[in-house]
């Protein structure tokens, strides 16, 4: 059925595509998992197929990437978007070299930059840039607030204490909320900065109560860690 649908997408448009493709390492030594698509005359994107492969290297990721396209489609490709990093240009590069051999053509395609990447790139490059105090406040604040289904986060979360605190006072915010930059390409730091404005008296009490609980037990020692995590946001 999901090919059916993909073959009617396609000869749905007489027009050329844009060919789309991203990878990610995974947990794996050495596998990385390759993401192939096509954009349309129409602005519509339509995910290919997910491939685990092995060599993130230009030439190995350009063949990995062919070898998922429709023969029908290839002399349909009028150029390709990607991120800027070094293997994706050449990459791309190698693919466009490719086409033209197996259409037999000297048709010079566009290679087009991903917006979304360029903004994260960019949000990365203004936090290494921070002072470590703040990397390590910001820090602190996704691990208690940020709301992520994840154990390394979840132990230490406050974010249901905080939530309580906001509803019962109704000072909860639509869209205003911590997030965690697992899983969030970009702009982080602004959401977590405007939502600990928003929410700073909440926080300070609810922080303070944590802080007076672990103090309170005979084995503050064991929850050093956490206390030190939690002077530290309540200072600013």
Known sequence: LDNTHTERWMADDEESF????DGSTTQKKGQSIIAVGLVNSRMEFMSIKNKLVVGKDAESTATNIMSTLPSNILSRISGSIGDSAHVQLATTELIHKMLQEINEDNITRSSFICGLHTKASCARKHDEQMADEYKQLYRDLQILFANRNNSGYRQESITQQINDELIQFNRKVPGIKFISSLGSRTGTI????????VYQEEIKSVINDCISEIKAKKNANRSESRLNRLER????
Not at 18 to 21: C, I, P, Q, R
Not at 190 to 197: E, H, P, V
Not at 233 to 236: C, G, I, N, S, T
Request: proline share 0%.
């Open 18 to 21: 844009v060919l789309s493709s």
């Open 190 to 197: 602004g959401q977590n900065g405007l939502s600990c404005l």
């Open 233 to 236: 946001v309540v200072a600013f």
